[in-house]
């Protein structure tokens, strides 16, 4: 028996696929992690005991950052995939989600599709204000270069809602994968969940996953932020967040200097009505 630090790269049914000086091994994993409620998930560093005829995975090294909706551990990047059209971006999701990483310090950028069928303008206006890099994607290879360049060294992962052209992308950065891809529901107006586990694959120096669908109720349920917090997720409020009283919401207050960069244009609508929403749905939610 020996064992070794690897990179967990692909999980189903409770088998691990981890990546060790540049091999990949097949493993089990203790029992002991499923009475703790602390499974092995995608991008855990993992110390792997290898015996005659099995590899069972002994250890979880420490996480800088854990996403459960996707399952994913140690992420450098997400990448928030939205569509100009079929569908189109459910806006409250995205901020949502944009939320929960700038709150566990993971870098965002948002990738708009499709957009040879419709313009993009209107997202990407409003997340360039809020400071967040958009990349524009068509039916041509263009503006892939970007994507590289941002993933490079990195553990990043495209997250978005169902039809939005994750694999379709994943496929156009890495065509040796020939990911399986799937038409958008007329009826739906949603894709069909192409994607039935989460892997990391080799880019750049670095590793991209493709999530399967993710749900808003997950989001609440399992990523707490204290309300008082969500100003620090917002990224584009928090020069305007010194206000005259320190209680100050940022909902309704008069004077809330966050409320008056609203009205100047400064941080743009769209964002401040995610906000107020998430605020409130923090507000009533017991944990």
């Known amino acids: 028996m020996f064992e070794r630090e690897g990179l967990i790269v692909r999980s189903i049914s409770g ?90 310090k993971i870098d965002t950028s948002i990738i708009i599709t499709k957009t040879d069928m419709a313009s993009p303008d209107e997202i990407s206006n409003i997340y360039n204000l809020a400071g967040i890099n958009c990349i ?49 529901s007329l009826k739906l ?24 669908g993710f749900s808003t109720v997950d989001i609440l349920k399992y990523d707490k932020i204290e309300k008082e917090n969500l100003i620090d997720c917002f990224r584009e409020f928090k020069k305007y967040s010194d206000c005259k009283f320190k209680t100050c919401t940022h909902t309704f207050e008069k004077g809330c200097l966050v409320r008056r960069a609203v009205e100047d244009g400064l941080i743009h609508r769209q964002r401040y009505r995610s906000y107020c929403f998430i605020y409130n749905e923090l507000k009533n939610t017991k944990y």
Not at 16 to 41: D, H, N
Not at 162 to 168: F, L, N, P, Y
């Open 189 to 212: 107006g949603r894709g069909k969940h192409t994607t039935k586990t989460t892997q990391l694959f080799s880019i750049n120096d670095g590793f991209i996953a493709d999530t399967p």
């Open 15 to 104: 088998f691990y696929t981890v990546k060790s000086e540049g091999e990949l091994f097949e493993c089990g994993a203790r029992g002991i992690f499923r009475k703790k409620c602390a499974k092995p998930v995608v991008g855990d560093r993992v110390i792997v005991k290898h015996f005659e005829n099995f590899n069972i995975i002994d250890e979880i090294l420490p996480r800088k950052n854990f996403f459960l909706r996707p399952a994913l551990a140690n992420l450098d990047l997400v990448l928030f995939v939205v569509s100009t059209c079929e569908p189109n971006v459910n806006y409250l999701v995205l901020d949502r989600l944009i939320a929960i990483a700038e709150f566990k």
């Open 136 to 184: 524009f994607i068509d039916n041509t290879e263009n503006n892939l270069d970007r994507i590289y360049n941002l993933a490079s060294g990195k553990i990043s992962a495209l997250c978005g809602n169902s039809g939005v052209g994750k694999s379709t992308l994943l496929n156009k950065l890495l065509p040796e994968l020939n990911l399986k891809t799937d038409q958008v």
